[in-house]
């Protein structure tokens, strides 16, 4: 992937709607080579997907953050599976310390919230969980490239941490 995919990515983070022709004109190249890239980037799996978010207009999600304990840091990735397939799972990091895994979810409503908390809770590979409800956002920002704060926005970024010691 070369800067101006990562141009491509960073424009259609913040508008998945934009036209090709749009696009084009963002990251100075032609209408026909932008389809070229974003259908390779999709092939890729650098785009998985585009979302939509449902709700009333005026609607405001509600956001949680779930920290979970995992049994088995060695053998968890039946969890991480698990949470790559709940499509309100908008981040997912690897943890030192007490918890596993930090989650944050953004749902249409708190009875959905609670839908995916009896869901991960339920995994075989969870032991325990801690949620805290989000109640205002102060600051929400991406980062330089359009993805999240690390930058990284593969799915995959923390298959490597699996192999933390256990507790």
């Known amino acids: 992937m070369d800067h101006i995919d990562q141009k491509i990515l960073a424009e259609l983070t913040k508008n998945a709607r934009v036209s090709h022709a749009e696009l084009a004109s963002r990251v100075l190249l032609s209408r026909n080579a932008v389809r070229q890239r974003v259908d390779r980037l999709e092939r890729q799996g650098y785009i998985q997907g585009y979302t939509i978010v449902a709700g009333s207009v005026g609607q405001s999600m509600v956001s949680a953050f779930l920290m979970i304990y995992r049994k088995d840091r060695m053998r968890g990735a039946d969890v991480l599976a698990a949470l790559r397939t709940i499509p309100e799972v908008v981040l997912c990091d690897v943890l030192s310390g007490d918890f596993d895994l930090l989650v944050r979810l953004e749902a249409r409503s708190l009875d959905r919230v609670q839908e995916i908390w ?28 359009g993805n999240g704060a690390d930058g990284l926005d593969d799915g995959h970024a923390a298959d490597g941490l699996q192999g933390l010691p256990p507790r």
């Open 118 to 145: 009896e869901q991960i809770a339920a995994l075989p590979g969870v032991g325990d969980t801690v949620t805290a409800l989000t109640l205002s956002n102060v600051i929400r920002r991406r980062g330089a490239d």
